[in-house]
């Protein structure tokens, strides 16, 4: 059965950075997509960014481009998500997805899901 999980949330001040990962169990992350998705109380889940683990290839919403660099790390076989210049709408719970053929913001494409990593932005 496959597995993500996502680590590495946090509490920063606005500016600051963090460092998501990505692990996958049950499959191994080589040739497809694997995507960030965030959600804020009270709204739908967004897709925030998204990469093709063995090309490499990116994709991001507007809301975080140039903000936030999505990675694969072939050696710890993980997906990073480095977040950086946070903003408190950067706020929220943090999703792992994956495997995808391609990179888009189908939720129906991926077909496993972590249980979300925080991210706190405070004043």
């Known amino acids: 059965e496959m597995h993500v999980a996502e680590s590495g949330g946090g509490l920063v001040q606005p500016g600051g950075r963090l460092r998501l990962t990505c692990t996958a169990s049950g499959f191994t992350f080589d040739n497809y997509a694997v995507a960030w998705f965030r959600q804020v109380p009270g709204k739908g889940r967004e897709g925030v960014a998204c990469i093709s683990y063995s090309e490499e290839s990116t994709l991001y919403s507007d809301s975080v481009k140039g903000r936030f660099t999505a990675s694969s790390d072939k050696a710890k076989k993980t997906v990073d998500l480095e977040l950086t210049n946070l903003k408190p709408e950067d706020a929220g719970t943090y999703y792992c997805?994956?495997?995808?053929?391609?990179?888009?913001?189908?939720?129906?494409?991926?077909?496993?899901w972590g249980q979300g990593t925080e991210v706190a932005v405070y004043v």
């Open positions: 997805a994956a495997p995808a053929n391609i990179c888009s913001w189908d939720e129906s494409h991926f077909g496993a």
